[in-house]
């Protein structure tokens, strides 16, 4: 038998031609159909959460790793929170994804691989939030003993909503505001630090006041009904609230992250509806006891003080006892009195009043027409005064043109100049000065320095005064004529 040797165009035999669709879809079915419900254990390693809802996670060992899938309705149910290191239990099937040739498993059920793995993630979360210093006792606020409104947080359906309300109701009526949220699921954190946050930042309205105190609330469950509260979101809510906060999560023996970093923790929701309002009964009761004491402690001081104050008035004596001998003693003094001698002195001293207020009338009338007369006599006198002044002033401003021509610095206005010689005195001659020496020029506007250069010249002497003329001499000739 001969034939082409394979690869030379010879036929591969009989076997049936796969596209790649088909050999894909043949494997998903294979595998779906064999794997369609598996339970398997393993550890969380890669955790993405989807903005479509979906969860993508990595399931694996030791030696091999799994891509899982959790769609957004099973994601919205699961009773714990993924996280990256916990070991779980899931439940599902297994499938493929032809688009990357790889096979992936799809989560129906995830649950955390028995309650020591959920404790171990808690103790690791309380070490964390403990060395932050959010379950401190001095960081945490006082309870107010009588809050005017109340906000809720928990389910709006069960029996807790209507135990604290029912409690309160009965202690001392107060407004409640409730803030629905979910108390289990993996939604519940979310929801109840969002609840937290808004009562916090809400702005209080006349009809509709901020809450004095907040109460977050749930029923008693196991481990995982209760993971919400455990869930760090939420203990960083509680811490950072202004508003005091009661935690009031499960039974007496639970104990979730909230109760460490409340400002209070409450056994029951009951409790924390005792825990935030007294009993109105119980306050009336007091009230009216501390009525009574204050009633009775102001009656004895009042008693008191009217002991005291008769006793005082026994001291003291009778107001006539007191006042009787000073009575005699004024009555004695005002016989003795000489009322005449006190009238005619009374008399005497009105009538030098009268005679000094006449002479003071007459001085003061003297004084008047003195004055009338002076004023009279200035008036005549001020034209003299006027003309004697001018004479005055006349002769001042001719003094000063006077001395305005003696002022020797006078013409260095018109260009002459004062030399000052080397000791600083005014240099009076050329004589006084030599070769070389420093002068100071002194102008009107300012001074100059200068230096002698030659030798002075003396100046020349003074001209020869003009021979007066003679007067002729008389002649003895002929005699002189008698002017009469």
């Not at 031609?17 to 064999?34: D, I, M, N, P, Q």
């Not at 202004?242 to 029951?268: C, F, Q």
């Not at 003094?333 to 006190?342: F, K």
């Not at 004084?367 to 002044?389: E, I, N």
Request: net charge positive; proline share 7%; glycine share 8%.
């Amino acid at each position: 038998m001969t034939g082409l040797p394979p690869g030379d165009g010879a036929p591969l035999g009989n076997q049936p031609e796969y596209t790649v669709s088909e050999l894909a879809g043949s494997v998903k079915r294979a595998v779906e159909g064999a794997f369609d419900h598996v339970r398997v254990r393993g550890e969380l390693g890669r955790v993405v959460f989807a903005k479509s809802g979906h969860v993508y996670v990595d399931l694996k060992d030791e030696r091999a790793c799994i891509a899982s899938v959790a769609w957004k309705t099973t994601a919205a149910n699961m009773r714990i929170k993924p996280e990256e290191g916990m070991e779980v239990i899931v439940e599902g099937r297994l499938t493929t994804y032809a688009q990357r040739s790889q096979y992936q498993l799809i989560i129906e059920r995830l649950e955390p691989a028995g309650v020591g793995a959920l404790m171990a993630l808690l103790e690791d979360r309380k070490k964390k939030l403990a060395a932050e210093g959010l379950f401190d006792e001095d960081r945490k606020r006082p309870l107010p003993y009588l809050p005017e409104t109340i906000g809720v947080i928990t389910s709006p359906t069960g029996a807790v909503i209507r135990d604290i309300l029912h409690r309160i109701s009965d202690r001392f009526p107060r407004r409640i505001l409730l803030w629905p949220v979910l108390v289990q699921g993996d939604r519940a954190a979310e929801q109840v630090a969002a609840a937290i946050q808004g009562f916090n930042a809400y702005a209080p309205r006349p009809d509709l006041p901020r809450p004095d105190v907040l109460i977050v609330a749930r029923g008693g469950g196991s481990i995982e009904d209760l993971w919400g509260f455990n869930e760090e979101i939420v203990a960083r809510a509680a811490a950072a609230s202004e508003i005091p906060l009661i935690s009031a999560v499960g039974h007496e023996t639970d104990w979730t992250l909230i109760d460490y970093v409340a400002d209070w923790r409450a056994p029951t929701p009951t409790g924390a509806a005792e825990r935030a309002v007294p009993v109105r009964a119980e306050l009336l009761e007091r009230t009216a006891s501390l009525a009574a004491r204050t009633l009775a402690t102001r009656t004895r001081l009042i008693e008191r003080a009217e002991r005291e104050l008769r006793a005082a008035v026994r001291a003291l004596g009778r107001p006539e006892a007191l006042l009787g001998a000073k009575q005699q003693q004024f009555d004695s003094a005002a016989a003795r009195l000489n009322l005449g001698a006190l009238t005619r002195g009374l008399d005497e001293k009105r009538r030098r009043l009268t005679d000094f207020q006449r002479r003071s009338a007459a001085c003061a009338g003297r004084a008047v027409k003195h004055a009338g007369t002076d004023l009279a006599r200035t008036a005549r006198m001020t034209p003299a005064l006027k003309r004697a002044l001018a004479r005055k002033t006349e002769r001042l401003d001719g003094i000063s043109k006077t001395l305005e021509a003696l002022n020797p610095k006078a013409p260095l206005t018109r260009g002459y100049a004062l030399v000052h010689g080397p000791d600083g005195a005014l240099a009076r001659s050329a004589a006084a000065l030599k070769p070389g020496d420093g002068v100071t020029l002194e102008f009107a506007d300012g001074k100059a320095d200068a230096t002698v250069n030659g030798a002075a010249e003396p100046a020349p002497g003074p001209a020869k005064a003009r021979q007066k003329p003679q007067k002729p001499k008389k002649t003895a000739g002929a005699p002189q004529r008698e002017l009469f």
